[in-house]
């Protein structure tokens, strides 16, 4: 066979058979299956490196895969003796490779082969000789760069876990034989296989639907749990170009196509059980990418993430036969593969050392920086760019000991657990807050996990990252907004500085009001997006309605999610721009803002369903909603955002001041700016100022946030001022105005000097310990049952959500001081309404036995702070007259606390979970001093412990879903107490409890998460339809057209 | 004027008005509400209607046979339910407190002797009430005379007494009670006419939790004629009672029992006074601050009034009027005491020849400083052979209607002569109880359209006793 044969759809002959072998050989017969498809000039180095090898009983096949141009005549210029086979149909290099099962007989191995890779002259008998030796089914060469060979590019493959190949050769690695031996590897790639034919029968061949990009794990895998062994042999050496057009073009240009293919791997070859914990697993982390991919704007890889799922469940019936076929043949547990696996994420790591040591990214990272560097020199020379960059510094300073030290837990930014307890309450049906709900857990608990899973479980670093990152990211985004409407250039500037240098935020951090913080950070994007839906914006028209809406309502979402009142904010900006419009008229159009004013409220609420739904049961739903301060600001106090003990005093006067100037130094569009970021600001005002001056009894959200668009409107007048004065002297006018405005930027410095100042201390007068330090010895106490600790006084230094009732505030937290999981609480209704009631009868001094009250409530400690926190001067005690009854109950003792805090024990109380004689319930519940004799009496529950017979008390609100068992028997459930959960134990046994509902909120989270994705789905919908408008143009540009 | 420049001004006058309005309305007082100054009320007062539970703390007294003091307690439901009394004796810090539980009906009053529950020398006896509206006053008897007066509401970290005195013959029995768990720290100081007297043994004093300790005063401060007593807790807080016992060396014998004022105060009333032969009053004011002070004592007689005195009070010292050396004898009075700074003012009334042998005996009582629309007496006469009269004063500047209700055994009924009795300001009305019928085994509610203070005087109990009524604060309507 001197020339290559005529293509045939049909079986190659018997006698034509490439590996048929007329004359029996010492060595085992060889078929090197070259797949090509429009091959390029390399094929010809391939093949002439195939027939220059030493191995004696080698024939190759040359399996085209529908080329444009026949490459038969190509084939027998640079290999005679191939033999070249060509199917018409186009199909991929799984397929295609296939295709040697039937037209290759007697062949012992099968040598599979791209056709863009030079093999050394000994590579196939190395690869032969060990697969003999160590009795090996497939095996694979160390493959190298083709121009570069000192360049390692794979010797051998491992997987994670959730089969993401790992190759543990970092990008550039020189070869220096540190990889020369042979061993056993999880797989070997394609570019060049050895596989014992007999095998590749048995598997099957190649799976078609894993290529590109898992064929050849997917084989190997399929191998490994066959009980064959796969090796690499380092000393048979390939070089390889990576430009296969089959491959490496396919898959560079098909991402999604990849991750679908190891995702099928994963579902077929792993076993059942491993399937039960690694597609939860596999699952959540794809999530998590897809979010982090969405941050980064790299929606083509969270969109291959996505298809790669959807794929695979549309194709779930021709999985689960492939996968029946592949376990059918399983010899090898899990279990004994591990070895061969990495631990951890293989696509972290890869993604680690891609990003941080490839070479040619350094390279081009220096080049960038270079030009970087020139551009920003030149920049920075600025005076804008100087104050920006003194702001800055000013920021890193005065954060200096948040970010090296901690952020305290005050007010509302309690501790955050680890990322399964935040998970485990974010997906629970029961809420453990107050008494305890069969209530929606609060959306920003998903947030949270989400936030400490990106960074690694170090939720407290998530936590640092969010509350420091606030204050710059705020003044990022009126940067952005100011630049919109002032126009690129100092006037945004200033505009920003004088949004970064309002004591509001500092405030906000000082006193741990953490919706305020996030509003503050949120404001000006959700102001921005909500002017451009209106039009406002004509130098920023929206493209995508839908999209921009979409975007806006996952900011005003997000907002919501960690402080509720922020969800009618457009609403407040809207009525702001309508009022506005009475006054001052300007571009946009009302109707068209108020429809994305609804849209945008309506979606935000969408996607933090099922939430809300929380906030239309019966009860407290005001205090729920974070209504629980009062304020009592004068008007000057306000203006001055002299909301905490950061400020400028009477200098906070001069951005106000400041403000004002615009009114007089613009005109035109400005002047219209100028008096809606004024009406913002006034009505933003008036929310605060109104109630604390005519209504000083009712209750509102923190004021630190309510006066966040008032700050907003405020710093956007400073900069429309900074504009106008620019314009002016640009003009050549000269007057009153340009004194008043020199006048002006003069007196921004006392705002300056103040907010430097306040950095000084590095922590904005934020506590440097907190109660939660205090108090941390309450963990240890839980070995003697579950407890609760009330929190009582006055709502302004509570670090919890407090509930308000006359003037005293109260929180309830588990098993210590507490933490995120307890935020947010329902509307107080039904059972929660008895702490409530035993706080009226504190506060009334109607009781001298609140202790016993609270005592079947599991209310161990009574927590009073007079200060938001250890060390601070400032107090804020609790109502006399609370203090003077608490130190009138009869069943409180008080313990030795730390300075600024009364603590107080509750000698009456009983555990959460606890058993008591039945008799002890029974008196209980007829005489309200009754929990006096239970709590003498009561013995805690533990897990595992047996306990003897009686009643068992399960201190959480009554709910007949709630099972208690001991061994396998179910104890009758009735209330006890009038609200809690009781059981009666016949014998001595232990008892756990189960809340049997669970499975009702599973498929609300699914919920949820399919509203987010729905969500996102829509926003990318949009983003492709531009992709592929533009995609022209872009490619135009790669190839040079014009 | 270019519509430019109207735009301008019309932004500018809409900005700055509404910045100068909100400035102007903050500066004007007039409109702006302040929310309700928190008062911490204390010492005995009714229970309010909603009260979930209310505590009553009876120090003084003793339940051991042959005590010094033998304690009786009065527990008078005013409600419409039936009250469920929790009544615990409590014996010391590792003694299980006996705890005894008690039904009074609706308008009704019952009496428990302490010995019938628990028999120690020194028992803390603590009321808990439930159910209904009740009141709980104490009395103990000895020495030919009894002492009655209402128990504590409150423990308190302070407590002061003007009117005890050490002379030859006397004894003065301070008691504490620490209900709570915990054990009070207290310092003891006297103020004599002398100055002060700190000893060492009574700083630090420790009153063990569950506990009712006694001090004999006279032990401490020898022969002195004015002794008042300061209690401050240093930790914790306690219920303080004082008794005094006279026998009769100095001409004056019986028993008299105060309850301590938990508060020091600048005003304080008396409504009942009258110099009869045989019976003197004496007003002591005790200064307890570091500064001397002045006191104006208004004597105002049912007939007149006469010139205020002044009184120098020195720091930390105790003195006393004679409020029978001005007042016509036979002339009943009320006194008002006003000083510049806090103190606290009581009253020793001493009954001796020639009045008759039953009616002789000593009372003290730390004055009023609260004036209620509704107050109790519980019981209602002290015993069927009691002499007990009623005074009610009007120290406000309106005139006051009250009426008299007596329950007993549920039912209601109004005494003669007491529908509807008109109170002048500045005056006083004083009621016998038994001339028009009273029972002794009821419970007394004074109504009143205007705040007044009521006051109760038993003699022939034997003895006598003169003590505060118990106002009910929260009342707010007229009858």
């Known amino acids: 066979m001197d020339s290559a044969p005529p293509p045939s759809d049909g079986p190659i002959r018997d006698s034509e058979t490439p590996g048929e072998v007329s004359e029996p050989l010492a060595v085992p017969p060889v078929v090197a299956v070259v797949v090509t498809k429009d091959p390029g000039p390399w094929l010809e180095e391939t093949l002439e490196s195939l027939g220059a090898s030493d191995y004696p009983a080698l024939t190759v096949l040359v399996l085209d895969a529908g080329s444009t141009v026949d490459p038969t005549a190509r084939v027998a210029g640079a290999l005679p003796g191939a033999f070249v086979r060509r199917l018409r149909q186009e199909q991929g290099f799984a397929a295609v490779a296939n295709d040697a099962l039937e037209v290759v007989k ?92 007999d095998l590749f029968a048995e598997l099957g061949g190649f799976d078609p639907h894993t290529f590109p990009g898992a064929e050849d794990l997917d084989l190997c895998w399929r191998a490994r749990i066959a009980g064959a062994r796969v090796l690499v042999v380092p000393d048979a050496r390939v070089r390889h170009r990576r430009e296969d057009t089959m491959h490496d073009q396919s898959q560079a240009v098909s991402p999604a196509a990849a991750q679908r293919s190891r995702l099928r791997a994963l579902l077929k070859s792993a076993s059942g059980w491993s399937l039960l914990y690694l597609v939860p697993i596999a699952l959540f982390l794809a999530v998590v990418e897809v979010i982090a991919f969405l941050v980064t704007r790299r929606r083509d890889r969270a969109s291959a993430l996505i298809g790669a799922w959807t794929w695979n469940l549309r194709n779930l019936r021709e999985l689960r036969k492939s996968r029946r076929a592949a376990q059918a043949l399983r010899r090898v547990p899990d279990v004994d593969l591990r070895s061969l696996q990495v631990r951890g994420s293989a696509r972290v790591s890869g993604y680690l050392v891609g990003s941080l040591r490839a070479e040619d990214r350094m390279r081009s990272l220096s080049e960038r920086s270079r030009s970087a560097a020139g551009n920003a020199s030149t920049r920075l020379r600025g005076p804008a760019a100087i104050a920006a960059l003194v702001f800055a510094f000013l920021l890193l300073v005065g954060s200096r000991s948040l970010i090296l030290g901690r952020v305290a837990v005050v007010g509302q930014l309690p501790r955050w657990p680890g990322v399964s307890g935040l998970l485990a309450s974010f997906t629970s049906a029961w809420r453990y807050v107050d008494l305890g709900s069969a209530t929606q857990a609060p959306t920003q608990l998903g947030v949270f996990s989400v936030l400490g899973t990106l960074t690694l479980g170090a939720t407290g670093l998530a936590r640092t990252i969010v509350v ?21 250039g100092s006037a945004a500037v200033v505009s920003a500085l004088a949004y970064g240098i309002n004591p509001l935020p500092r405030n906000a951090l000082a006193a741990g009001r953490f919706g305020a913080l996030v509003l503050y950070a949120l404001l000006p994007f959700i102001v921005s997006g909500l002017l451009r839906l209106g039009g406002y914006l004509p130098d920023s028209p929206v493209r995508r309605w839908w999209r921009t809406v979409i975007v806006t309502s996952a900011l005003v979402a997000l907002t919501t999610a960690a402080w509720p009142p922020a969800l009618l904010l457009p609403i407040v900006v809207a009525l702001a721009l309508a009022l506005a419009q009475l006054i001052a008229k300007g571009a946009g159009s009302l109707g068209r803002l108020w429809k994305a004013t609804l849209a945008v409220t309506g979606v935000g609420l969408v996607l933090l369903l099922p939430w809300p739904l929380v906030y239309l049961r019966a009860g407290d739903r005001l205090a729920a909603l974070g209504f629980a301060f009062r304020n009592d600001l004068d008007f000057s106090q306000v203006l001055r955002f002299q909301t905490g003990p950061n400020g400028a005093g009477a200098g906070g006067w001069v951005i106000a001041g400041a403000a004002l100037l ?45 006066l966040v668009p008032a700050a907003l409107g405020i710093s956007l007048a400073v900069g429309l001022g900074v504009a106008a004065f620019i314009e002016d002297v640009r003009r050549f006018h000269f007057g009153w105005r340009q004194v008043a405005a020199v006048g002006g930027a003069i007196a921004l410095s006392f705002p300056i000097l103040a907010f430097a100042v306040d950095a000084t201390g590095g922590r904005w007068h934020m506590p440097a310990s907190d109660w939660n330090q205090n108090l941390s010895w309450m963990r240890s106490e839980d070995a003697s049952g579950q407890f609760r600790v009330l929190w009582l006084g006055n709502p302004q230094v509570l670090p919890v959500d407090p509930i308000v009732h006359g003037d005293v505030g109260y929180g309830i937290t588990n098993d210590g001081p507490g933490d995120v999981r307890t935020s947010l609480p329902p509307p107080s209704a039904g059972a929660a309404t008895r702490v409530g009631a035993a706080v009226d009868l504190l506060r009334e001094r109607a009781s001298n036995r609140v202790g016993a009250l609270l005592g079947p409530m599991g209310v161990r400690y009574l927590a009073v702070p007079e200060r938001p926190g250890p060390g601070i001067e400032r107090t804020e005690p609790a109502p006399a007259a609370l203090l003077v009854a608490l130190t009138e109950q009869l069943d409180l003792v008080r313990l030795e606390g730390p300075p600024g805090m009364a603590i107080y024990e509750n000698r009456a109380w009983i555990p959460g979970a606890a058993v008591l004689p039945k008799a002890a319930i029974t008196s209980a519940v007829a005489d309200p001093l009754g929990p006096l ?20 008390l399960w201190s959480q609100s009554y709910d007949s879903a709630w099972k208690a068992t001991s061994g396998a028997a179910t104890l009758p459930h009735r209330r006890v107490f009038g609200w809690a959960n009781g059981y009666d134990l016949e014998r001595r046994g232990t008892v756990s409890f189960a809340y049997t509902n669970q499975w009702l909120r599973y498929p609300l989270v699914v919920l949820e998460l399919v509203l987010i994705v729905g969500a996102w789905l829509l926003w990318r919908g949009s983003a492709r339809f531009n992709w592929r408008r533009r995609r022209p143009a872009r490619a135009d540009s790669e190839t040079g057209n014009p | 004027m270019s519509s430019a420049r109207r735009g301008r001004i019309i932004v500018i006058v809409v900005v700055l008005g509404c910045l100068l309005l909100a400035a102007f309305l903050d500066r004007s007082g007039a409109s702006n509400p302040t929310r309700a100054a928190t008062f911490v009320a204390l010492g ?12 009553w703390y009876c120090a003084e007294g003793t339940s051991d046979p042959g005590g010094r003091a033998d304690e009786r307690l009065f527990i008078g439901n005013i409600g419409h339910r039936t009250a469920h009394a929790r009544i615990t004796v409590m014996s010391g810090p590792d003694a299980v407190p006996t705890v005894r539980a008690l039904d009074v009906g609706a308008g009704s009053l019952a009496t428990v002797r302490v010995a019938d529950i628990l028999a120690v020398p020194e028992p803390g006896v603590l009321v808990e009430v439930t159910g209904a509206q009740a009141v709980v006053t104490h009395s103990i008897i000895s020495n030919g005379d009894a002492g009655i007066g209402p128990c504590a509401r409150d423990a308190a970290p302070e407590w002061h007494f003007a009117a005890g005195t050490t002379v030859r013959g006397a004894q003065v029995w301070l008691a504490l009670f620490n209900p709570f768990a915990d054990d009070a720290i207290v310092d003891i100081a006297f103020l004599t006419d002398g100055g002060p007297l700190a000893p060492g043994e009574l700083q630090g004093f420790v009153v063990p939790g569950h506990s009712r300790v006694t001090v004999p005063v006279h032990d401490q401060a020898r022969r002195d004629a004015l002794v008042g007593t300061e209690v401050t807790a240093r930790r914790g807080r306690v219920v303080a009672e004082q008794s005094e016992v006279l026998d009769g060396t100095d001409g004056r014998q019986g028993l008299a029992l105060s309850i301590g004022a938990p508060e020091l105060a600048r005003h304080w009333e008396f409504p009942n006074g009258t110099i009869v032969a045989g019976r003197t009053e004496t007003l002591v004011v005790a200064n307890p601050q570091d500064t001397p002070t002045t006191a104006t004592v208004r004597t105002r007689l049912d007939g007149g009034a006469l010139e205020p005195e002044i ?65 109790v007496l519980a019981p209602s006469r002290v015993s069927a052979t009691s002499i007990d009269l009623v005074a009610v004063l009007n120290n406000g500047r309106t005139p006051a209607t009250f009426r008299l209700r007596v329950l007993r055994g549920g039912k209601e009924s109004v005494p003669p002569d007491t529908r509807k009795v008109l109170v002048a300001p500045g005056k006083r009305v004083v009621l016998d109880l038994g001339r028009r019928q009273v029972p002794p085994d009821g419970v007394v509610v004074v109504d009143s359209t205007a705040p007044v203070i009521v006051e109760r005087e038993s003699s022939a109990i034997p003895g006598i006793s003169v003590s505060s009524a118990i106002p009910d604060l929260a009342w707010p309507s007229s009858p």
């Open chain 1, 468 to 488: 420091v990152g606030a204050l710059p990211f705020g003044v990022f985004g009126a940067w952005r907004l100011a630049r919109r409407i002032t126009g690129p």
């Open chain 2, 311 to 375: 009184v120098n009070v020195p720091a930390r010292t105790a003195v006393s009027v004679d409020l029978g050396r001005r007042v016509p004898p036979g002339i009943g009075f009320s006194v008002a005491v006003q000083s510049r700074a806090p103190v606290v003012a009581e009253t020793l009334t001493a009954l001796v020849a020639p009045v008759p042998a039953n009616a002789r005996g000593i009372a003290t009582t730390v004055g009023e400083t609260r004036a209620a629309r509704r107050w």
């Open chain 1, 933 to 952: 004799s239970a709590s003498a009496v009561a013995k805690p529950v533990l897990e595992g412990t047996p306990v003897r017979r009686g009643s068992i």
């Open chain 1, 106 to 197: 007697g062949a012992t191995f099968l040598l599979f082969c791209h056709d863009d890779v030079v093999l050394d002259r000994s590579a196939v008998r190395l690869l032969v000789e060990e697969g003999y030796r160590s009795n090996a089914a497939i095996l694979g060469p160390k493959i190298v760069d083709y121009d570069r060979p000192e360049v390692l590019l794979e010797v051998g493959l491992a997987i994670d876990r959730l089969g993401v190949p790992h190759s543990g050769i970092e990008p550039g690695e020189l070869d220096q034989e540190q990889h020369d031996a042979v061993r056993d590897v999880f797989f070997v790639s394609s570019p060049v296989m050895l596989v014992r034919s």
């Open chain 1, 662 to 706: 615009v009114l007089v130094l613009a005109s035109g569009p400005r002047l219209v700016w100028a008096t809606r970021a004024w009406v913002l600001a006034l009505l933003s005002i008036a929310f605060v100022w109104v109630p604390a001056r005519f209504y000083p009894d009712s209750l509102m959200p923190a004021v630190e946030g309510l």
């Open chain 2, 44 to 55: 005995p007062r009714v229970p309010a209607p909603d009260a979930a539970e209310a505590a």
